[in-house]
């Protein structure tokens, strides 16, 4: 099995690899590369939005699809499913994101993915027995981005002393002018690579209002 037998397996259900690693020492036991997988753009919002799940009424629809759907794909790969939902205790998604190499700290500090930006998100991962070989990882989208619009966009300036000021960040959603709410973040939807990367803006508030 290669990466890509596992990208070609996943894509009927609107995923993508977003990078793997092997754990090695550090990470879960018995595992010899943790695949992460994230929404496959653009599209992943009318998959997802066609499944029971989006329509029942119950809590948390994007996590339980994701359970089912990555829980039906490690059965077939023969893989163990991690999630960054269920806790606590919470699986370390943000320490296996650095470990892929395919993100890296932005000038604001979220976290910003090769192809997908700072719109970059993790439904879940796949643990595999076997030590795949893994391509070499591109360098930082931000080396090469000579304004850095993300470090002015956001209209709250939560991040006006250098750190996230999540509290400043809320109090200012429901001010006019402010379109976080239902566009999506100002900040991510700055980045010149999430520009590119196809997320509809639909799919970005209903990720705000979770977050409020």
Known sequence: ??????????????LTVFGA?????S??????????LGPKEPGFWAHFTAAPEYADGLPDPLDRWSARVIG??????????????????????????HATGRVHQSPVGMLVHDTAGM??????ALGLEAVLDLPENPPSPCITCENKPCIT???????????????????DLDRAGNDCMSRGCA???????????GREEVQSAFHMEAFR
Not at 6 to 11: A, N, Q, V, Y
Not at 159 to 165: L, V
């Open 27 to 36: 990470g879960p036991e018995g595992i010899g590369t943790l695949v992460m």
């Open 21 to 25: 690693f092997h754990p090695a020492q």
């Open 1 to 14: 099995m290669t990466l890509g037998d596992i990208e070609k397996h996943i894509e009927s259900s609107w």
């Open 72 to 97: 039906k794909i490690s059965k077939t790969l023969n893989a163990k499913p991690f999630y960054p939902f269920g806790g606590p205790p919470f699986q370390p998604f943000i320490k296996w994101a």
């Open 153 to 171: 966009a956001c209209p709250a300036d939560a991040f006006a002393h250098g750190f996230y000021d999540v509290p400043t960040c809320k109090a």
């Open 119 to 124: 719109m970059v998100s993790y439904r879940g």
């Open 187 to 197: 900040v991510r939807r700055a980045c010149p690579v999430s520009q590119t990367y």
